[in-house]
T-cell receptor, first 116, second 109 residues
């Protein structure tokens, strides 16, 4: 079975440019999560969706960040304009259900983002 | 704010040694999960514990959830180079997970 698929795997761009990260969750999973991982702060939840609806976006750093889930098989995380401090590895994860917190989360391999 | 503190932050040992890493919080969690992350990959779930005092074994790995459901430990027996990676604990809270910063384990042959 295909796991969570993220693209691109690596992105290097100059500050001020728009960056779009993409995620295809595991088919049949109802919940989708976007995380950011850095050495200093570890793995931070940015936003999560349940049945394509954003449930909690309190982790989104600021208005430059936005996320959408137009259908059950696709989500995007957009940064506009990008800044050097946005450099990190961004992970997408999906899980079968948001009911309770015991469901395992399945992670993609991440997008390593470098903003110059 | 719920936080999970993991210790030690880094651990470097020789193949064959035993080790224990810890995950502590002042908050009660409904469940606790352990993940392992290898370089260039996403975290992969190892185990979920849900009952206070629960002990689960996965080959050479033993996981324990504290009686009060505020802490957990992971014990590895006879560590092997393949155990190298970042071990993350994550507490269940209101439909999502709160992650600790992890213990980076290096097992040298």
């Amino acid at each position: 079975d295909a796991g969570v698929i993220q693209s691109p795997r690596h992105e290097v761009t100059e500050m001020g440019q728009e960056v779009t990260l993409r995620c295809k969750p595991i088919s049949g999973h109802n919940s989708l999560f976007w995380y950011r991982q850095t050495m200093m702060r570890g793995l931070e939840l940015l936003i999560y969706f349940n049945n394509n609806v954003p449930i909690d976006d309190s982790g989104m750093p600021e208005d430059r960040f936005s996320a959408k889930m137009p259908n059950a098989s696709f989500s995007t995380l957009k940064i506009q304009p990008s800044e050097p401090r946005d450099s990190a590895v961004y992970f997408c994860a999906s899980s079968p259900s948001s009911r309770g917190s015991n469901q395992p989360q399945h992670f993609g391999d991440g997008t390593r983002l470098s903003i110059l | 704010t719920q936080l999970l503190e993991q210790s030690p932050q880094f651990l470097s040992i020789q193949e064959g040694e035993n080790l224990t890493v810890y995950c502590n919080s002042s908050s009660v969690f409904s469940s606790l999960q352990w993940y392992r992350q290898e370089p260039g990959e996403g975290p992969v779930l190892l185990v979920t514990v849900v009952t206070g005092g629960e002990v689960k074994k996965l080959k050479r790995l033993t996981f324990q959830f504290g009686d009060a459901r505020k802490d957990s430990s992971l014990h590895i027996t006879a560590a092997q180079p393949g155990d190298t990676g970042l071990y993350l604990c994550a507490g269940g809270s209101q439909g999502n997970l709160i992650f600790g910063k992890g213990t980076k384990l290096s097992v040298k042959p």
